[in-house]
């Protein structure tokens, strides 16, 4: 077996490690940059903090990323950067964030508009500015990736771009910022963690260092992500799902995600279900379609790693963690009609899902579907 291992982003990890901003900053050689973040982050003070605290390298704030963002937002961000010649970008949020400001970092540097990348009528530009990530949520593990996932929701779309443009410079993963994370949002990122770890484990393009991070991070969402929901100031849990977030996302940066990413890119752009919640509705099943193939014995092997007698235990405490921690556990209230359905079988065709270690076919997405619904 053949295998080759990267990662270039710098990780400083631990409580108060925000602190160290301003010498990252200056190690980068920043001295004009864009601080990209969300509107709640604006709300809670975090960002005029950090404006306040560097002040002389931080005057320019873009706050308006949603949630799945726009391809007009990166837009936003990079006219920014251009009019304000910036020379680096900070990004402090969750996913959306990250992604918004690692496309906006490289998008600045050529004079097209987002849309046209995510429609792949352009290459992606190979110049980008010195990014520096500080995730808020655990996570997308965003910060360490070379994966954008961007919408046009003005064309009903939404995709992953991928580049090695993309790698922050640093990520600086401080758990005390996830602390205000509300219950619901801290459920569906954790399931995101899981997925990452495990759809990074199960690909058809594993390897070993990647499978090591895959096993501890899963190992620690079992252990923590329910705690993490129900006491948002559990130092240990916090810590301990902020450490998950980073090792799955060094886990899957390689090798990619699998069916139940592929899977809810439709649930999340056709249905709203936000990213972690939707890959979480079909982890489980994936699990119980791959276990009756697990010809090599790797998806046991996970189960043992992970604490379970074996993949199908896995997958019923799966669907377990996602009922307590008030995941959807189907599309029962959707009522969604058979025309729905088929659309969400044909979008979710992405090539992601070939990285599934059984090939899943149009009749077996559609199977699954149903059952779900
Ligand atoms: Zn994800």
Redesign the pocket.
């Known amino acids: 077996m053949n295998w080759h291992y990267l990662q270039p982003v710098t990780i400083h990890f631990g409580n108060g490690m925000i602190a160290c901003l301003k010498d990252e900053i200056r190690r980068l050689g920043g001295t004009r940059g864009l601080l990209v973040t969300s509107p709640s982050l604006e709300k809670n003070g975090l960002a005029a903090r950090l404006v306040a605290d560097n002040e002389k390298t931080l005057q320019t704030v873009y706050s308006r990323v949603s949630p799945n963002p726009d391809v007009s937002q990166c837009d936003a961000c990079a006219g920014l950067i251009r009019q304000n010649g910036c020379d680096f970008v900070l990004a402090v949020g969750g996913?959306s964030v990250l992604d918004c400001a690692k496309a906006a970092a490289a998008f600045c540097t050529a004079a097209a508009p987002a849309s046209e990348y995510l429609e792949k009528k352009r290459p992606l530009p190979e110049a980008h500015l010195p990014l520096i990530a500080v995730p808020t949520t655990a996570g997308?593990?965003s910060e360490i990736t070379r994966v954008a996932?961007l919408s046009d929701h003005q064309k009903g779309l939404k995709a992953p771009l991928n580049t090695p443009v993309f790698y922050p410079a640093t990520a600086i993963v401080d758990p005390e910022l996830t602390y205000t994370v509300p219950k619901h949002v801290t459920a569906c990122t954790g399931m995101?963690?899981l997925?990452?770890a495990i759809e990074a484990y199960w690909n058809i393009h594993h390897q070993p260092v990647c499978d090591a991070l895959a096993i501890h991070a899963a190992r620690l969402v079992f252990r923590h992500l329910e705690t993490a929901c129900e006491e948002p100031e559990n130092a240990l849990a916090r810590e301990k799902m902020a450490e998950a977030s980073v090792t799955a996302g060094l886990a899957?940066a390689l090798p990619g995600?699998a069916a139940a990413?592929a899977c809810?890119y439709p649930l999340t752009s056709n249905l709203g279900i936000p990213?972690?919640e939707a890959?979480g509705l079909t982890i489980d099943h994936f699990m119980r379609i791959n276990a009756e193939k697990d010809t090599d014995g790797r998806l046991r092997e996970l189960a043992f790693a992970t604490g379970f007698d074996n993949a199908c235990s896995m997958a019923d405490a799966i669907s377990e963690l996602k009922y307590r921690t008030g995941l959807k556990t189907s599309l029962a209230g959707y009522d969604l009609t058979d025309d729905q359905l088929e659309k969400l079988v044909q979008a979710s065709l992405h090539p992601n899902l070939q990285n599934n270690p059984v090939p899943i076919t149009e009749a077996m997405l559609r199977d699954l579907y149903r059952d779900l619904r």
Do not use: A
């Open positions: 996913g997308t593990g996932v995101d963690v997925c990452h899957f995600t990413h809810s990213h972690g890959c």
